[in-house]
């Protein structure tokens, strides 16, 4: 069922390029197809992106522009370099906030299955999983995203909540504290460590 879900956008997308070649004026879309392809971002720009938007989010001078930058970065990390998997994570992520999250995790998988080495589709399952109540497979699933981008903060900060959840505070403390070190203006975490703290440490920082 996974499969065929990525094989139906595919032959969707084969059917539709089908019918553009017949037409008398199929030159147009061919040339705005290959000049796509060509303006597509390589894996080198967009390392290259992410690392400049990383070091503008550290930077920050407050909660605002961190937000702006935030989106930015959300949107480098959701670029796969393929038009079928960007179409089943945007369906995937529909269906997370539709709450309908057997299917988002078999969109997800099937994601997973055409494109191993797109990390956002794990951190995505993670999520799901999370929601599920399924510890287990989400902390899998953030393991890989961690250690194929350490700053992805908000890996980070879902491992803390559920490294909270099951009692190891320690561990949770210092997620939080490479979350924030990452992006010093993530809502929310810093009240988190600020509690973590004391709770620990016996006082306040």
Do not use: C
């Not at 017949?22 to 971002?41: F, H, M, N, T």
């Not at 909660?63 to 089943?88: F, M």
């Not at 797109?118 to 699933?141: G, M, P, W």
């Not at 959840?165 to 010093?184: M, N, S, T, V």
Request: charge should be neutral; hydrophobic fraction near 45%; glycine fraction near 4%.
């Amino acid at each position: 069922m996974m499969v065929a879900a990525a094989v139906a956008l595919s032959t969707a997308a084969s059917g539709s390029a089908v019918a553009q070649s017949s037409s008398p004026r199929q030159a147009a879309p061919e040339k705005k197809a290959e000049a796509k392809r060509l303006v597509r971002p390589t894996k080198l720009d967009r390392t290259a992106r992410l690392d400049g938007l990383f070091e503008a989010l550290k930077r920050a001078p407050n909660a605002e522009i961190a937000h702006i930058v935030e989106e930015k970065i959300e949107a480098a990390l959701l670029q796969s370099g393929s038009d079928t998997v960007d179409l089943l994570i945007g369906r995937a992520r529909s269906m997370i906030e539709a709450r309908d999250y057997d299917l988002s995790i078999s969109l997800l998988d099937a994601l997973i299955e055409l494109e191993p080495g797109f990390t956002e589709a794990f951190a995505q399952r993670a999520t799901v999983y999370y929601l599920k109540k399924d510890v287990a497979r989400s902390l899998a699933d953030l393991r890989i995203v961690l250690a194929r981008e350490p700053r992805h903060y908000g890996s980070l900060a879902g491992l803390g909540v559920i490294l909270q959840d099951i009692g190891e505070d320690k561990r949770a403390l210092d997620a939080f504290r490479r979350a924030l070190a990452i992006h010093p203006n993530f809502k929310a975490i810093p009240e988190l460590v600020k509690k973590l703290e004391v709770k620990i440490e016996g006082r306040e920082i």
